[in-house]
């Protein structure tokens, strides 16, 4: 290299330093005046600041800020079930290896409560190399905990993990074989039944098979899980409705004075 082209060389290094050092310092900047905010003390714009920001610098900035977030929330947290829900959005913002552990954890120390579906869905069948490996039987167990809108969900989640994880068609008709004991609640069951019968067609299980295409008969005429909330939002607003007309009419004859009685003697 010539002594114009060393030259050129060092000039560039040197605006790359420069940039990278006002980067460095613009990206601190935005920390502070976050931590700022959080502490109630007036400060410029956040999103004016990150918007500055070169894009992969701002992600790394933005990644910052979400984590102390997080953090705070996992603090402020007053039930198990949210500090569950937290922790694991706060492991998600780490490399993956991360979010296993604290799977792994959460199994370990709450493997009944229904925040921890997540990990056992993520365990479920999983191979040797995992930290932990959920069988479908203890599976089957976790979900008995659950309130029966996270029942369809854990159901259906664990499946299609089956799927992802190509278990054999006995193990996918193993995994849904409860559900013939179980009353569907809504219309979304039906996919699941008609894989059990599809499963129990092609292991000639035909007693299965029968009565599973009952089952997916039974999910056609269920309301579908937007309909149902909706009907129960509904049915919960006429109940508040008639307690408070109750409350009023028992105010209103309270304050009713009953009639005074006439003196003995009186005309």
């Known amino acids: 290299?010539?002594?114009?082209?060393?030259?050129?060389?060092?000039?560039?290094?040197?605006?790359?330093?420069?940039?990278?050092?006002?980067?460095?310092?613009?990206?601190?900047m935005v920390l502070r005046q976050f931590v700022l905010h959080r502490a109630g003390v007036p400060a410029i714009s956040l999103s004016s600041l990150l918007g500055k920001l070169p894009p992969g610098i701002r992600d790394e900035v933005t990644r910052q800020i979400t984590i102390a977030e997080l953090k705070d929330e996992l603090k402020a947290a007053t039930t198990v079930?949210?500090?569950?829900?937290?922790?694991?959005?706060?492991?998600?913002?780490?490399?993956?290896?991360?979010?296993?552990?604290?799977?792994?954890?959460?199994?370990?120390?709450?493997?009944?409560?229904?925040?921890?579906?997540?990990?056992?869905?993520?365990?479920?069948?999983?191979?040797?190399?995992a930290l932990k490996s959920i069988s479908v039987a203890r599976y089957h167990e976790f979900i008995k905990h659950l309130d029966k809108h996270q029942r369809f969900w854990a159901w259906s989640s664990g499946f299609d993990k089956l799927k992802s994880r190509k278990a054999a068609p006995a193990v996918q008709m193993e995994y849904?074989?409860?559900?013939?004991?179980?009353?569907?609640?809504?219309h979304e069951y039906q996919r699941l039944y008609v894989a059990l019968s599809e499963l129990a067609f092609q292991?000639?299980?035909?007693?299965?098979?029968?009565?599973?295409?009952?089952?997916e008969e039974q999910c056609?005429?269920?309301?579908?899980?937007?309909?149902?909330?909706?009907?129960?939002?509904?049915?919960?607003?006429?109940?508040?409705?008639?307690?408070?007309?109750?409350?009023?009419?028992?105010?209103?004859?309270?304050?009713?004075?009953?009639?005074?009685?006439?003196?003995?003697?009186?005309?």
């Open 1 to 28: 290299m010539n002594r114009s082209g060393q030259t050129q060389h060092l000039k560039g290094a040197l605006l790359i330093g420069i940039a990278v050092f006002f980067c460095y310092f613009f990206s601190e």
């Open 81 to 129: 079930g949210r500090k569950i829900t937290v922790s694991i959005a706060l492991a998600g913002m780490f490399p993956p290896q991360k979010l296993q552990e604290k799977y792994a954890e959460i199994i370990d120390k709450y493997p009944t409560t229904p925040e921890s579906l997540p990990a056992f869905i993520n365990f479920l069948l999983a191979p040797p190399a």
């Open 176 to 186: 849904l074989l409860p559900l013939l004991d179980v009353k569907p609640d809504r």
């Open 203 to 215: 292991e000639e299980k035909r007693e299965i098979e029968l009565k599973s295409r009952k089952f």
């Open 220 to 267: 056609e005429q269920l309301p579908f899980f937007d309909e149902q909330l909706e009907k129960e939002a509904k049915a919960r607003a006429e109940k508040k409705a008639k307690a408070k007309k109750n409350k009023e009419l028992a105010e209103a004859k309270a304050k009713v004075k009953p009639a005074t009685k006439p003196a003995a003697g009186g005309k």
